[in-house]
């Protein structure tokens, strides 16, 4: 089955870019039919979607987010990416990857699986 | 901006005992060209990701024990949990969209 694993830097300087990559295994990207996301938690907090993209390239983002976020996609290694530019503490949080199932971007859709998630600090 | 609305924040029950979780959507979740509502339901256990329990409000992911079922249509859905068991005690959120509930914590009485 589809497996999901998070990696990249724990630690972040406030005003820098947070850069952090999902490597998919048991499933290809580039076989369609589903889109790639990141979704972070705040520490005890609820969920928010940051955003995801298609292995065509087309993206969509949460509008809260979109001036600071660019999702890509590398379909020759598997993975997707995420950059959260100009961070600060606010963008501390628990940053899950997921598959998205959707028939309607941004509407209706769903998530599974999802990756165990990475704690990203913003700290100088 | 859609709102999903959980009820209640937090809830205790008894083992064996039903639990019920409400969500309201301040918008129709119904996808009118295959009349589906894309409300689904998440579990979240301390420590790890959550975990789909629920589409289509009341299409239960394969896995998933009996005993957790959904309805609703529209604006108003809800989760329940027939006879709760010891490793039922999670977080479950509600999601339509880009948009998850707050989350109800549920706990043993």
């Known amino acids: 089955q589809v497996q999901l694993q998070e990696s990249g830097p724990g630690l972040v300087k406030p005003s820098q870019t947070l850069s952090l990559t999902c490597t998919v295994s048991?499933?290809?990207?580039?076989?369609?039919?589903?889109?790639w996301s990141w979704i972070r938690q705040h520490p005890g907090k609820g969920l928010e979607w940051i955003g995801y993209?298609?292995?065509?390239?087309?993206?969509y983002y949460n509008p809260s987010l979109k001036s600071r976020v660019t999702i890509s996609v590398d379909t020759s290694k598997n993975q997707f990416s995420l950059k959260l530019s100009s961070v600060t503490a606010a963008d501390t949080a628990v940053y899950y990857c997921a598959r998205a199932i959707v028939v309607v971007p941004a509407a209706h859709n769903w998530f599974d699986p999802w990756g165990q998630g990475t704690l990203v600090t913003v700290s100088s | 901006d859609i709102v999903m609305t959980q009820s209640p924040d937090s809830l205790a029950v008894s083992l064996g005992e039903r639990a019920t979780i409400n969500c309201k959507s301040s918008q129709s979740v119904l996808y009118s060209s295959n009349n589906k509502n894309y409300l689904a339901w998440y579990q979240q256990k301390p420590g790890q990701p959550p975990k789909l329990l629920i589409y289509?409000?009341?299409t239960r992911e394969s896995g998933v024990p009996d005993r957790f079922s959904g309805s609703g249509s529209g604006t108003d859905f809800t989760l329940t949990i027939s006879s709760l068991q010891a490793e039922d005690v999670a977080v479950y959120y509600c999601h339509y969209g880009y948009t998850f509930g707050q989350g109800t914590k549920l706990e043993i009485k």
């Open positions: 289509w409000a009341s």
């Open positions: 993209i298609y292995y065509s390239g087309s993206t």
């Open positions: 048991g499933g290809s990207i580039s076989s369609g039919g589903y889109y």
